[in-house]
Structures are given as C-alpha cells and as structure tokens.
C-alpha cells in the first residue's frame, strides 16, 4: 500500500487536484480534464481476475480502453491507444512490466506510467522509475487510493513534460 512518487515534490504538489477529482469527479484549475472527460486508462496485469476487478473498480474514475494479458500486448495498445494512464503490473510473461515501462514511455510519451507489483524491493523500484514509470504501487491497495494515485501520476506527468 505504498507509493513511490519519482519525484515527490512534484507528486505532494499535485495530491490536493487529484483527491478532488477523484472524490468529486469535477475538473479542478489547472486540470487537463474538463468536468464532463475520464481519463483513459490501460490496465495490464496476467491475471484476468485482478484485470477485471481493477476495470471495475476505477470505472467511475477512468474510462478503461484498454486491457492487457503481457508486455507484449500492453506496448501494443498502449501505442495504439495512447491512454492517459497505463497501470502495468511488473510481473508478466513477455518481458514484464519493465520492458513494458520502457517501450510505452518511448512510444507513448504522453501516458502516465504506474506501476503495480507485489514486490517492492528498492532495485525493482528503481528500475521501473528509471524506465519511465511515475510512480510504484503495491498490489492490495484500496480503490479509493489508486484512483487518487493514479490522478496524481497523470498531473505529475503532465507538470513534468510541460516542464521539459
């Protein structure tokens, strides 16, 4: 139930946004998303249980467009999509979420990258943050809070491309 912000000035900054659109489902100052506009989300992850559930549980927060089985499939409609957000868990046949992290954040350089795992020792971590990810989450954290964080990693990486 921990996140690992790559940069948490940036990310504490942009808590207060996110926890209101995702309470209130309004845009906020600031916001790239008008009041009447979900982000898009890719979710992948190898179990179709957890895929599902997750689908389901950020459906009032995020129109899903996208659902993936391995690496392979995420990089491909991560490109073909280009969601706003692309919740990838890090252990999944054809290559992982790692080298998933890599190739959508050279193909798809506008989603907001976040990580999902089980996992959660200090390499893994700085692997998938050097690869692009903005943020590390553990798997069994709440509804409420990975709608919140992944609000947050979008306004991150927006602040952070706007920045460059």
Do not use: C, W
């Not at 790559?6 to 207060?16: D, F, G, K, L, Q």
């Not at 009032?60 to 690496?71: D, E, L, M, Y």
């Not at 690869?131 to 919140?148: F, M, P």
């Amino acid at each position: 139930m921990h996140a690992h912000p790559s940069r948490p000035s940036s990310a504490s900054s942009a808590a207060a946004p996110a926890t209101a659109l995702a309470t209130s489902g309004h845009a906020t100052p600031g916001s790239p998303f008008a009041a009447d506009r979900l982000p898009t989300l890719l979710i992948a992850d190898d179990d179709d249980d957890l895929r599902g559930l997750l689908a389901a549980q950020l459906a009032r927060h995020f129109k899903v467009v996208a659902s993936a089985r391995n690496a392979e499939e995420a990089i491909a409609l991560g490109v073909e999509q280009q969601p706003d957000a692309a919740l990838i868990d890090m252990q999944m046949p054809g290559g992982g979420g790692l080298r998933a992290t890599r190739e959508l954040h050279r193909q798809a350089p506008t989603t907001a990258i976040v990580a999902l795992s089980g996992d959660e020792s200090d390499a893994d971590v700085r692997s998938v943050i050097a690869a692009g990810a903005i943020t590390y989450l553990r798997k069994g954290i709440s509804r409420a809070e990975l709608a919140v964080a992944l609000r947050d990693a979008i306004d991150v990486h927006a602040q952070l491309r706007g920045s460059r």
